[in-house]
């Protein structure tokens, strides 16, 4: 059974540049969460979304945004790009959303100048 | 607000020098305790959800368990290869997203 995939696997833009990323959930699994990881601050939540809809938010401005498909794939878009963008951007599936277990892709290396 | 805190944040052991990592938690209703393990620049790799305090669950040289407060990850024997940063997480009983802790970088040393 194939894994979470993400592309693409890196990316560099600068400053002010828009940026979208996609993420396909393993088989089956209905709900995508996206998490930023940056070394101070860890995992943190973006937003997860279910058939379609957006389930939970974190606490990220409205440059960033999500959406997903009706095959469940989905992709997140990040507009006007800071340096503090940088980051490894990890998407996850489950088959239902929380409490399921999470399955990570290997995540997208963006970096911002 | 549920809160994750693992600890210690860094842990070097020698090959064959078994150890604990900690994960305590606080949380309106425990519904599910996760253990990932992460190498660097990599998406998480799941080993484990525990549902309910008593629980146990082991793959190879890891063991999870579980109490009303907090999991550890028993290693046994550690190899080289097992070293990664190991990260905690919970899901409480609504329908909210799971609180990660900050992880424990684990290096183990030949």
């Known amino acids: 059974k194939a894994g979470v995939t993400q592309t693409p696997r890196y990316l560099i833009k600068t400053r002010g540049q828009q940026v979208t990323l996609s993420c396909s959930p393993i088989?089956?699994?209905?709900?995508v969460s996206w998490y930023q990881q940056t070394p101070g601050q860890g995992l943190q939540f973006l937003f997860e979304?279910?058939?379609?809809?957006?389930?939970n938010k974190g606490n990220f401005p409205g440059r960033f945004s999500g959406r997903q498909f009706s095959n469940s794939r989905s992709e997140m878009n990040v507009s006007t790009l800071e340096l503090g963008d940088s980051a490894l951007y990890l998407c996850?599936?489950?088959?239902?959303?929380?409490?399921?277990?999470?399955?990570f892709g290997p995540g997208t290396r963006l970096t911002v100048l | 607000e549920d809160q994750v805190t693992q600890s210690p944040e860094a842990l070097r052991l020698q090959e064959g020098e078994s150890s604990s990592l900690n994960c305590s938690y606080t949380?309106?209703?425990?519904?599910?305790l996760f253990w990932y393990r992460q190498d660097p620049g990599k998406g998480p790799e799941f080993l484990f959800t525990?549902?309910?305090a008593g629980e146990e669950k082991e793959k190879e040289r890891l063991k999870a368990t579980l109490t009303k407060k907090e999991s550890f990850l028993h290693i046994t024997a550690p190899k080289p290869e097992d070293s990664a940063t190991y990260l905690c997480?919970?899901?409480?009983?609504?329908?909210?997203?799971?609180?990660f802790g900050k992880g424990t970088r684990l290096s183990v040393i030949a």
């Open positions: 996850a599936s489950s088959r239902s959303g929380t409490p399921d277990t999470q399955y």
């Open positions: 088989s089956g699994h209905r709900s």
């Open positions: 949380v309106s209703g425990l519904r599910g």
């Open positions: 997480a919970v899901a409480n009983s609504g329908n909210t997203p799971l609180v």
């Open positions: 525990l549902y309910s």
């Open positions: 979304y279910f058939s379609e809809t957006q389930r």
